[in-house]
């Protein structure tokens, strides 16, 4: 993927957390890093972004972001209970103010009745209160523009939580 595409909206949400003093981490399983990758492509990054999680598996969401077991078994990987718990596990396991997560189905397979292809599940966490969620089904397209799409959402979503905090520093 072409970190090219989301510049310009990367650049921006970065300017606006480097104007409050907010530390960005990602916590992401159906994107893969992508979301870090696009805040990190731009320079000087580094003084607003504190980490990035990848986690891809179950086990990962539990090991690295103390998702608990029982939530996932409960709910399942892609849902709206999930995606806070891996936004609040990347708050908790880093420097950072805020969080986005992602977790959802990028195809081609893996998608059920409940849960079809394209379904993907974005959290924005905050320390100081603001937490939204946004559930989108992209539909069945290709995995890349699946994830692409998703990107473009963590993005969105975490400029839209970055916008509703004071300032921090």
Request: glycine share 10%; hydrophobic share 45%; charged share 20%.
């Amino acid at each position: 993927m072409n970190d090219e595409i989301f510049l310009e909206q990367a650049k921006a949400l970065l300017a606006a957390c480097r104007a409050k003093g907010l530390l960005v981490a990602t916590a992401e399983s159906c994107t893969g890093g992508l979301v870090a990758g696009a805040l990190t492509a731009v320079p000087g990054s580094s003084d607003v972004v504190d980490r990035g999680f990848v986690t891809y598996s179950n086990e990962a969401k539990a090991q690295m972001l103390s998702v608990p077991p029982a939530l996932i078994a409960r709910d399942g990987a892609v849902s709206e209970s999930v995606s806070f718990a891996m936004a609040e596990g990347a708050v908790n396991h880093s420097r950072a103010h805020v969080a986005v997560s992602t977790t959802g189905v990028a195809g081609p397979g893996g998608g059920t009745a409940t849960k079809p292809v394209g379904l993907v599940h974005f959290a924005a966490w905050s320390k100081q209160g603001p937490r939204l969620h946004v559930e989108r089904r992209f539909g069945d397209l290709s995995r890349s523009e699946i994830r692409r799409h998703s990107v473009e959402q963590a993005l969105e979503l975490l400029m839209k939580l970055v916008g509703e905090i004071k300032v921090v520093a």
